[in-house]
């Protein structure tokens, strides 16, 4: 998943939990509640903000805490809810060893229901698959954003997850968020430098058994899901970067060709990194714009 990034972009998209002021207003401050998945999984959510509700999922070493400048952004308007993925942060999984994404979209499912409807969704990276596979099991939505899903990816080098594994089973999480970066998503070297000087390199060692399911998701449903992609019947945007790789643009121009209601916008400057602030108010638009009913 090669993707030309400098220090700005790489700091800015990793920064966790900064305290990013949000407007002020009688939903501004976060409000913290648990959600139950059908398999019983305790998923930890926040709610901040008033308004039609979006849920915000995360992608490989994210959880809620990421999404903070993203809130800010959107809280004047929107609920905002965000919630950490089975495994991750505060939240549970029933189902530890056993991993499948059948159970992700459950938890997702279970996220839209609470935060009530009709809510929409914005999901990067391989949240995005799961995002794209809840919506085609017909689980009501105002609408979806994706920032560029990773459907289509390079393959992963021989062995990676076995590596993975066995370097998180014997309590090497930083060489494990290291491998991962260097050859799943194939950062550069001086990148991953930084990444690991950064203050959020804490964070990313407490998530780095989470790398696995991120690695089955792709392994298992990385193809783009050609059969499934009309059955999504929730108007759709689509983002990504100029400077993200051209098998990641072509994988979106895909999606939003074979998804009824989607459509695709390039970021100019931007790659796979998420950039919030450049997000912020393309998501806001088209929330803004989106059907008042769940379609």
Known sequence: MTDPV??????????PGNGAAVEAGSGSVPRSLMVRSSDGTPLA???????????L????????????????????????????????GDSGDRSPGRYSIDRETEDLAA???????PAAVFANCTGGIIAV????????????VLYEPPFGAPPNPDGYLDRLRRLIAQGRRAEAVTLFWRESVRFDEDVIVRLRA?????????LAPTLVHDGLIGERHGALPHDI????TAPVLILGGTRSPRWIQDSCTTLARE????????????GHVLPQEAVAPLLRDFLLSRPAVPT
């Not at 996220?111 to 409807?117: D, F, S």
């Open 45 to 55: 959510c926040e709610r901040t903000g008033e308004g039609p509700p979006v849920v």
């Open 229 to 232: 992609l009309p059955r999504i």
């Open 111 to 117: 996220v839209l229901r609470a935060a009530g409807g």
């Open 57 to 88: 999922v995360a992608g490989g070493l994210g959880d809620r805490r990421m999404f903070d400048r993203l809130t800010a952004a959107l809280a004047a308007r929107f609920t905002v809810v965000t919630y950490d993925r089975r495994g991750r």
């Open 6 to 15: 400098d220090k700005a972009t790489v700091e800015a998209a990793v920064e």
């Open 133 to 144: 596979r809840t919506a085609a099991q017909g689980v009501p939505s105002a609408g979806l």
């Open 259 to 270: 998804i009824p209601r989607a459509r695709y916008t390039r970021i100019p400057g931007e």
């Open 198 to 206: 950064h203050r959020a390199w804490p964070v990313f060692q407490e």
